[in-house]
């Protein structure tokens, strides 16, 4: 059984950096059939996609355009686990954020962590 | 970016009703949507994948459909284990988007 566990500030400071992790176990962060993806919520913006990372012979990674100069998605293969980092976050930027698994390429979310609420506040 | 728009925002039913949920794309998305349902507190989860196929433990009283840019998700004999939001996404092209929800009440 596939099981995501997240990890993180619940508080970030404007301007400041986001960061949540994703343990995953059950699946390797480097399997060649799904993809680590992240995804957000919040009242105004319902349901958001921001990105994913996943391993086919090498590293590839995609990004949410709007936010792709401040966003990262990283495999760590020494923990099995991945992360997201967030950069200049601003009030906009609070959610709740998941991370998941995508089956088959990343097309469906199959698996989700439990969630980790980021407030952005001074 | 694709658009998904779902309809109805909310919608309430009485046990054994057929309940249907619509999620209309803005462009040809051919077959490429699932469907979730969240309970409050909780991640999402899914129903439905590639259109029409049910995830394994999931009740076959969902049915996934499509006619065009038109998808649908119906629950043939709603039970009261069903109520939560659901959310169609499409996976034809990144970005990956969902529509904003259905919220479903048993009456």
């Known amino acids: 059984q596939v099981q995501l566990q997240q990890s993180g500030p619940g508080l970030v400071k404007p301007s400041q950096t986001l960061s949540v992790t994703c343990a995953i176990s059950g699946d390797s962060v480097s399997s060649t059939s799904v993809a680590w993806n992240w995804i957000r919520q919040s009242p105004s913006r319902g349901l958001e996609w921001l990105g994913r990372t996943y391993y086919r012979s090498k590293w590839y990674d995609d990004y949410a355009v709007s936010l792709k100069s401040r966003i990262t998605v990283r495999a760590d293969t020494s923990k099995n686990q991945f992360s997201l980092q967030l950069r200049s976050v601003t009030p906009e930027d609070t959610a709740m954020y998941f991370c998941a698994r995508g089956r088959d390429g990343s097309n469906w979310f199959d698996y989700w962590g439990q969630g980790s609420l980021v407030t952005v506040s001074s | 970016d694709t658009q998904m728009t779902q309809s109805p925002s909310s919608l309430s039913a009485s046990v054994g009703d057929r309940v249907t949920i619509t999620c209309q794309a803005s462009?040809?998305?051919?077959?490429?949507v699932n469907w979730y349902q969240q309970k409050p507190g909780k991640a999402p989860k899914l129903l439905i994948y590639d259109g029409f196929d049910l995830e394994p433990g999931v009740p076959s009283r969902f049915i996934g459909g499509a006619s065009g840019t038109d998808f649908t998700l119906t629950i043939t004999s709603l039970q009261a284990e069903d109520i939560g939001t659901y959310y169609c996404q499409q996976f034809d092209n990144l970005p990956y988007t969902f529509g904003q929800g259905t919220k479903l009440e048993v009456k």
């Open positions: 462009q040809d998305i051919s077959r490429y």
